[in-house]
């Protein structure tokens, strides 16, 4: 029956960190398992204040972060960042798209072409990716009418070889 209650009250504190800072929950859990260094089942416990407080800050601070990266949220990009990152929470970010059943075969496919591209012009190893990823965003663009972003356009203080 304790157990039960500390799950209980874990939960709980997880929903309250995710109201409080406006992110979905399964954001916070995301937060509560790079703060304690838990498992999958983080928020069946209940946290420490001090584990409490960490997380908070690291929701505070992905805050600021998606504040600063999407501006005003206005334009097509702001928008895009916004959905990555409430969606994706805590990593690397990827383009939303590639979530999507009905375009992420697509995406693969033109990441695909992109490599034999590259590969086709001996461009390999380092710095590859942006030459991949510059061909597979005209390819998405100019066959398929799609507006794709790749890794580092929606991770700019990332440095990609």
């Known amino acids: ?6 799950q209980a009250q874990g939960t ?3 929903k309250d960190l ?3 800072t406006g992110f979905p929950v399964r954001v916070a859990l995301q937060a509560a398992r790079h703060i304690c260094g838990a498992g999958r089942r983080s928020g069946r416990t209940v946290l420490a204040a001090e584990a409490a407080g960490r997380i ?3 929701l505070a601070m992905r805050r600021l972060e998606l504040d600063w990266l999407a501006g005003d949220g206005k334009d097509e990009g702001s928008r895009k960042l916004l959905a990555a990152l409430m969606s994706q929470g805590f990593g690397e970010l990827h383009d939303p798209i590639e979530d999507d059943p ?5 995406v693969r496919a033109a990441g695909d072409q992109a490599g034999a591209l590259a590969r086709a012009r001996g461009i390999d190893g380092m710095g590859a990716c942006h ?3 510059s061909e597979q ?5 100019e066959e398929h009418g799609i507006a ?3 890794p580092a356009h929606l991770n700019p203080l990332t440095r990609y070889d």
Request: neutral net charge.
């Open 102 to 106: 009905r375009w992420a075969p697509v």
């Open 137 to 141: 965003e005209r390819i998405l663009r």
């Open 18 to 20: 995710a109201r409080d």
């Open 1 to 6: 029956m304790l157990v039960e209650a500390a």
């Open 12 to 14: 709980e504190q997880i």
């Open 148 to 150: 794709w972003w790749s």
């Open 131 to 133: 030459f991949i990823w």
């Open 56 to 58: 908070r800050e690291c």
